[in-house]
């Protein structure tokens, strides 16, 4: 089974700054078919998870552009620009490679 | 706009059956791959089951298998979970989502499962 470390667990970050998020594996997730399966979903308190990145650094469908993500192989971070209000949540990440499982998720908080 | 819409949660003792189902509207169910994944309180997400749009394959992590059985219905637009054999452990808000390139891009409101005694 693929074990998705991710780093930190909590940050604490100041509105109008970066932050960054890390995300390891335990295998290489580069697929067999050349893609590499590893997104980035945010959870807000009480709400379902929401998908902000796929296969590394795919911006989804709405998801503003001070959020990226990039990696390659087993090494994948989540960076966002400018922190707003709103970032506040947990992160996960998500590999898709080799069945799916699920990183241990990052509080980001103000 | 897409929606997913889960029911049948609740209560149920330990050793016994729930079924959940998460009925989609507004994009195409017939060709969509379906996740279920649950989360127990205050917990992060695990990812539970997935099937592909026709039906023909499901996978399901090791905790859930022979216990849990994923399937749909194309006519209906509709996923089910039949959960069978519940522990404890298996107390989680369930969602279901579809997929999007091995991602998970709608998701349900979420379904809470307890079991208890």
């Known amino acids: 089974e693929i074990v998705m470390t991710q780093t930190p667990l909590s940050s604490p970050v100041t509105l109008g700054q970066p932050a960054s998020i890390s995300c390891r594996s335990s295998q290489s997730l580069v697929h067999s078919d050349g893609n590499t399966y590893l997104s980035w979903l945010q959870q807000r308190p009480g709400q379902p998870p929401r998908l902000l990145i796929y296969?590394?650094?795919n911006r989804f469908s709405g998801v503003p552009d001070r959020f990226s993500g990039s990696g390659a192989e087993t090494d994948f971070t989540l960076k966002i620009s400018r922190v707003e209000a709103e970032d506040v949540g947990v992160y996960y990440c998500m590999q898709a490679t080799h069945m799916y499982t699920f990183g241990q998720g990052t509080k980001l908080e103000i | 706009e897409v929606q997913l819409v889960e029911s049948g949660g609740g209560l149920a003792q330990p050793g016994g059956s729930l079924r959940l189902s998460c009925v989609v509207s507004g994009l195409s169910f017939r060709d969509s791959w379906m996740h279920w994944v649950r989360q127990a309180p205050g917990k992060g997400l695990v990812w539970v089951s997935r099937?592909?749009?026709?039906?023909?394959?499901?996978i399901y992590t090791d905790s859930v298998k022979g216990r849990f059985t994923v399937s749909r219905d194309n006519a209906k637009n509709t996923l089910y979970l039949q959960m069978n054999s519940l522990r404890a452990e298996d107390t989680a808000v369930y969602y279901c989502?579809?997929?999007?390139?091995?991602?998970?891009?709608?998701w349900g409101q979420g379904n809470l499962v307890t079991v208890s005694s």
């Open positions: 296969k590394i650094s």
């Open positions: 099937i592909k749009s026709d039906g023909s394959d499901t």
């Open positions: 989502a579809t997929d999007w390139f091995g991602a998970t891009d709608n």
